[in-house]
């Protein structure tokens, strides 16, 4: 079965975002020197209904946390690209709600931030309102392909769905949970005071789970709710809402209401979506005493928002800072590399007390 290809876009995507964006520059000169054979396999494979991914390089990492990532060699990360730029957002960004704010353009940390602080101005009116915060465990390892493709299938050409089925299929190779076991073994005796930690890092069980790292994963994990996200919205009539990829607030000034919306959505991830919340991190507070979301803490003191960076987010730019630091004294990395990275910590935090932010740079690079 032959298919249309749009090689104009797959050159777009290896020119304005692979070759740009890897940082393992040996690849691209690797890749160039055979840049157009290479694009060219691409090209014949996705028309013929042929391509499927071989290989992930796995490796695990320890910063900010023990977790696995999995990156695709080029001619697959360009596929990985283009499938999302051409079908995945084209055909299924329309059936996403607004409040679902993860990895879009236009949306993202930023523009949730700004929402959250939207909607509890507009829950001030009442004496008082409630915040309701749930978790997904291990959401990425979880999601069932049985339950995405039947989301998918009705939405997409044959050829397309079957394309993106490939791509969703590749956690199922063995090799991949091969390597992880690996990795944890390696990194349990390099540092045995975490071996529980380490161990904790999931695997993947047959049929679940998207690969970490993927730019269709990151879509597909924020399609694969939209049917929830709407029922929250419609149904359940919870306005002031927001989802960023497994995270969940709500706000409502009934608490026996969020109380009965908590049951009613947990039941629905459980027997729909076959997901778990994470008890310890669902639960509903009052406004006063603030909730945690997306790096900082909310609050609402005598109808005044108070934000802060928290705890848990200043430690993690520490170690980062620290580690930065280390790698330029080593000569690992450039001043400007260095500074690069310490910049992004400065303005990607600038709500609330900055200023902590400041003084961690001032003090752990400059001390």
Same mark, same amino acid.
């Given at each position: ?80 690209h283009y499938v999302t730029r ?27 931030? $700004? ?10 009116k009442y004496e008082s309102f ?18 995405? $493709? ?38 349990? $005796? ?79 991830l459980e027997k729909k979506y076959?997901? $778990? ?91």
């Amino acid at each position: 079965m032959k298919e249309k290809v749009n090689i104009k876009e797959l050159f777009k995507v290896y020119d304005e975002e692979i070759s740009k964006n890897t940082k393992n520059k040996n690849k691209i000169v690797r890749f160039e020197k055979n840049k157009m054979q290479n694009i060219n396999y691409l090209i014949q494979k996705l028309k013929k209904g042929e391509y499927v991914i071989h290989h992930y390089n796995i490796f695990m990492i320890c910063e900010p946390k023990f977790r696995i990532v999995m990156s695709l060699p080029i001619k697959d990360k360009i596929v990985n690209h283009y499938v999302t730029r051409t079908i995945l957002e084209p055909k299924l960004t329309k059936y996403l709600d607004p409040r679902n704010i993860a990895t879009r353009k236009m949306m993202g940390t930023d523009f949730g931030i $700004k929402k959250i602080k939207y909607y509890l101005e507009l829950n001030k009116k009442y004496e008082s309102f409630y915040i309701l915060k749930m978790d997904i465990q291990k959401y990425f390892y979880s999601i069932d392909h049985i339950v995405l $493709k039947s989301l998918l299938q009705d939405k997409l050409s044959d050829f397309d769905f079957q394309l993106i089925s490939n791509i969703i299929d590749s956690t199922n190779m063995p090799m991949i949970n091969k390597t992880i076991l690996n990795q944890k073994t390696t990194f349990s $005796k390099k540092f045995p005071s975490r071996v529980k930690e380490i161990q904790a890092v999931p695997i993947y069980e047959p049929g679940k789970g998207l690969p970490i790292g993927n730019m269709t994963s990151q879509f597909l994990s924020i399609f694969y709710l939209y049917q929830l996200d709407h029922f929250i919205v419609h149904d359940l009539k919870i306005k002031h809402f927001i989802r960023y990829m497994d995270d969940f607030i709500f706000i409502h000034p009934n608490p026996q209401y969020l109380k009965e919306v908590r049951d009613k959505v947990i039941g629905i991830l459980e027997k729909k979506y076959f997901l $778990k919340v994470n008890q310890k991190k669902t639960k509903i507070v009052r406004e006063k005493e603030g909730f945690s979301f997306l790096g900082y803490t909310f609050q609402v003191v005598n109808k005044k928002t108070i934000l802060k960076v928290n705890r848990q987010t200043t430690q993690k730019i520490i170690k980062s800072i620290k580690k930065r630091k280390y790698e330029f004294q080593k000569g690992y990395i450039s001043y400007e590399q260095a500074f690069s990275s310490i910049s992004t910590f400065k303005y990607s935090f600038k709500y609330g007390n900055s200023m902590r932010i400041q003084n961690a740079i001032e003090k752990y690079w400059f001390e």
